[in-house]
Antibody
Framework: EVQLVESGGGLVQPGGSQRLSCAAS????????MNWVRQAPGKGLEWVSY????????YYADSVKGRFTVSRDNAKNSLYLRMDSLRDEDTAVYYC????????????????WGQGTLVTVSS | EIVLTQSPATLSLSPGERATLSCRAS??????LAWYQQKPGQAPRLLIY???NRATGIPARFSGSGSGTDFTLTISSLEPEDFVVYYC??????????FGPGTKVDIK
């Protein structure tokens, strides 16, 4: 069974840092591009970051560029999101999501998603 | 950045009725459009990709159509579990991938 499990969420003060992890299982992690998508409480979905299977291509939403860093460890089947200089507006459930197909095919169709981890930025 | 708008914001229907949800793009996305379903407290689930292809395991009552700037998600006969929120998303001109604001289907 394909599974994505996020962890690392919690309460953090404005200006602080947090590192999220996403543990993948049930598929060849090193063959798939991955994404982070967030959802503020009661709001819609916002794409945050993309990383290709080999980490050679990385993109960020303008809202997090320069503050967030995505990375992956294919040996550990894990995806990460380092979040620095956190703001109130970064409060959200953060989901990791896999591209539907491997090897960069059909990039951007997100399937499946993890269950999400809540990051709350507040003093 | 391509902006997606969804209408209506809320659609009130009864079980067994047909649901028609709309997604409009600010510029052409060809057929690079997907639909996701999100149940309360759960992650989104991919329903439709490339405008009209059902994802694995998605029931045949869900269908997608459209190209360019106008797209439709149709649920042919609403089941009780279908009364949730639906989002469209484009991958035509990225980054960023962008999502619509969502349509909530609720019980009339």
């Amino acid at each position: 069974e394909v599974q994505l499990v996020e962890s690392g969420g919690g309460l953090v003060q404005p200006g602080g840092s947090q590192r999220l992890s996403c543990a993948a299982s049930g598929f060849t992690f090193s063959s798939y591009s991955m994404n982070w998508v967030r959802q503020a409480p009661g709001k819609g979905l916002e794409w945050v970051s993309y990383i290709s299977s080999s980490s050679s291509t990385i993109y960020y939403a303008d809202s997090v560029k320069g503050r967030f860093t995505v990375s992956r460890d294919n040996a550990k089947n894990s995806l990460y999101l380092r979040m620095d200089s956190l703001r109130d507006e970064d409060t959200a459930v953060y989901y990791c999501a896999r591209d539907r197909l491997p090897y960069g095919n059909n990039v951007g169709w997100l399937d499946p998603w993890g269950q999400g981890t809540l990051v709350t930025v507040s003093s | 950045e391509i902006v997606l708008t969804q209408s209506p914001a809320t659609l009130s229907l009864s079980p067994g009725e047909r649901a028609t949800l709309s997604c409009r793009a600010s510029q052409s996305v060809n057929t690079y459009l997907a639909w996701y379903q999100q149940k309360p407290g759960q992650a989104p689930r991919l329903l439709i990709y490339d405008a009209s292809n059902r994802a694995t395991g998605i029931p045949a009552r869900f269908s997608g159509s459209g190209s360019g700037t106008d797209f439709t998600l149709t649920i042919s006969s609403l089941e009780p579990e279908d009364f949730v929120v639906y989002y469209c998303q484009q991958r035509s001109n990225w980054p960023p991938f962008t999502f619509g604001p969502g349509t909530k289907v609720d019980i009339k």
